[in-house]
């Protein structure tokens, strides 16, 4: 199971590649030939799926002639297993389809990749216990850290989908009401503590129209992206109380061009850690569902050098996503196609491993040394900001692209 | 500006229709006859002006030909402006139209009414102070009622667009996880609180990608319906600190079947409340944008009378939906066509105008009566609650149609 599969395009058979064959991630891109469509990354070239289908080689009722993976999701299934199987074909190794497909590879490097989907609604969970302690600690002290229901509720909010961009897209340091401690009345300016939420977003591949089990969300889970929720802490500590964070959050949430299938997961499925409270019955596992996934956080500034600030697992969720699907859909709450949901910050239990600047710095206590001597509490201008993730089998690995965006100048 | 308009179809020239010619609402019929289409009201008839528009009466690039508001919404002000002066024109009284149009009306009590538009994103907001008052007394005492930051910000957060459904639809109770105060952990049931919030919702009918004024923010919204945003209290009570409500307000929002547009309301347009404290400058309204909208509430139980149980005035609202629509921008959030903003619950300042059973009953404490001498203080199944509102004219007055939804049982 955690044996690289060869193929053809040789660069997809380097151990330094986050595109073997066994991962197959879904994209869209274009370039200067063809406009944006449907594409999967082997190595370092994107296969022209849209112009397979064209040509009868795939055939999945024209879902792959769409600038996103919307249509192809909704198929359900049978149609994901077969078209993973329809790409291990045609590009395995010793494939009788080499001379045929080369013609429909494009470099990676000479592509401009796009949202790969479009998102239906964004909720963004709360479900690392490293981060909320962190943050509860410093926000409530260590003996109120974590919120009466935390340990029963994987607690999640909903967020906001016109906002989520893909890697790549600039950000614009946002405004809003700011009001400190020892400030008598709010003011309206930029943020002054504009910070990143290390997560990785599940897609909702599947609809439903009632409650669903934790078995029934996994098979509901499509893919994963890397996913940024930029998050401008002083207007969330100013506007969160009494029903949670609006603004703060509304500015961007950066994706990983790449959709990481879970059937290229799967063989580094894990358990959640050891429950500290029994779950209820409809939040119970019936097997492992996070998956070993390593991810790093790097800060480059304009201009210098870039410093790996944070490194941590996916495995160190309290709650995985089909158990945040599962309680979603508790009420009544329709799901749809497309729907994205945050994991929640990954922190985990040491100073390196924290999946924000807020838990880096101790709420700016504490700045972090970068590569080239500076140090950063929270995001200056011209800062880089870069996600990372991969699951490592045996000599090779499967990744998700780099999740990036750079801080431009708040609007004057 | 507020005498009666009056058309050749005879029934809307009555005092006690809610479509004169005054109105002119947008929704989506059916029936026997025709599928899903966009329909005017006039009277107790709909204009079917998807076939006036493929007929060439009307030329709205075939945005009239969809089952919902959005394509003509994204037109934008010209076209909206456009299509009210033709249908003001078609319809009124002495128009050489008659004739013509006589065999495109059909009767609102043969029609199946569905949703007038797909919703992009819904926010709902918390800008009543009444309602906020209470609350706050219920959870908070009387001295700490009003947080902060309410009479700074208009407080919002992100709800579930996938779950708001047009009046008429059944709502099955809700299951969640439910942890009374004197328990020692939580457990999972039907929700024993559950609740209606009388609202207005605005709808916006122009994107925008960046901070705008008031001033603009008034100019995008398209109309207003009315919106009963279903609340389980105890769902609620248990999962929304620290992140807002998730499932508690994710089960159903109904609104109403038209949509009354801000071209009709505009003669009724009223100051919001005085300051308690001064507003940000990007918050200040250049004119009066709430509305003078009588609204009451009803509850009918199974095979009872009907009892109206509330009666407030959305001119009660402390912020105006261009306010909470500039808000919503501030930190750069993009907006969309058709994105769905409610009210927060509209309560006025006496127990008769309250908003929500969880006010009208405070907490349980205090169970209101009904007309056949049964009590509430939740709804119980089999209960039909169902919203109204008008804007009064001289011998005239525009409304809604009904905003109702019977509740059943929770699943089994």
Redesign the interface.
């Given at each position: 199971m955690r044996d690289l599969k060869e193929s053809w395009v040789t660069s997809a058979n380097s151990s330094e590649t986050e595109f073997p064959l066994n991962n197959l991630p879904y994209g869209v891109f274009s370039n200067g030939e063809v406009d944006q469509r449907c594409g999967v990354a082997i190595g370092d070239q994107i296969l022209d799926v849209a112009v397979l289908e064209r040509d009868g080689v795939l055939s999945f009722g024209g879902t792959l002639q769409t600038a996103g993976w919307n249509a192809f999701m909704a198929l359900g299934q049978d149609a994901w297993s077969t078209l993973r199987g329809d790409l291990e074909r045609l590009l395995a190794a010793g494939s009788q389809h080499e001379a045929a497909l080369t013609s429909h590879l494009v470099p990676i490097a000479d592509a401009i990749l796009h949202m790969p989907f479009t998102v239906?609604?964004f909720t963004d969970f709360?479900a690392g216990k490293h981060h909320a302690t962190n943050i509860g600690t410093m926000f409530r002290g260590a003996e109120n850290a974590l919120?009466p229901?935390w340990l029963?509720?994987p607690?999640?909010?909903?967020?906001?989908?016109?906002?989520v961009v893909v890697s790549g897209t600039d950000i614009?340091r946002?405004?809003?009401?700011l009001?400190g401690p020892d400030d008598e009345?709010?003011?309206?300016g930029p943020s002054a503590r504009f910070d990143i939420e290390l997560e990785l977003g599940a897609i909702v591949g599947q609809p439903s129209n009632?409650?669903i089990s934790v078995a029934q969300a996994f098979n509901n889970v499509f893919g994963y992206v890397l996913l940024n929720d930029w998050s401008?802490r002083d207007?969330q500590a100013?506007?969160?109380?009494?029903?949670?964070?609006?603004?703060?959050k509304?500015?961007?949430t950066t994706i990983s061009p790449w959709i990481v299938t879970a059937a290229a997961l799967d063989p580094f499925r894990t358990s959640t850690p050891e429950r500290e409270?029994p779950l209820?019955?409809?939040l119970q596992e019936p097997g492992p569902m996070l998956y070993d996934i390593a991810l790093t956080v790097s800060l480059t500034p304009k201009g210098g050098a870039e410093s790996v600030i944070a490194q941590t697992n996916y495995a160190e969720m309290y709650y995985s996503a089909p158990q945040q699907l599962a309680?979603?859909t508790?009420?009544?709450?329709?799901?749809?196609v497309a729907?994205l949901l945050g994991s929640g910050t990954i922190s985990g239990p040491e100073r390196e491993n924290r999946g924000s600047l807020l838990e880096l710095s101790w709420g700016g206590k504490e700045p972090i040394a970068l590569e080239d001597g500076a140090t950063r509490s929270f995001i200056e201008d011209g800062d880089l900001l870069t996600l990372r993730g991969a699951a490592h089998g045996d000599g090779y690995r499967i990744g998700f692209g780099d999740c990036s965006g750079r801080v431009l100048p708040a609007?004057k």
């Open positions: 239906a609604e709360y919120p229901n029963h509720i607690i999640g909010y909903n967020g906001r989908a016109s906002s614009v946002p405004h809003g009401q009001k009345v709010p003011r309206f009632g409650p401008a207007i100013w506007e969160y109380q009494p029903l949670g964070p609006f603004q703060a509304a500015t961007a409270k209820l019955d409809y309680h979603h508790t009420s009544g709450c329709p799901m749809r729907d609007r």
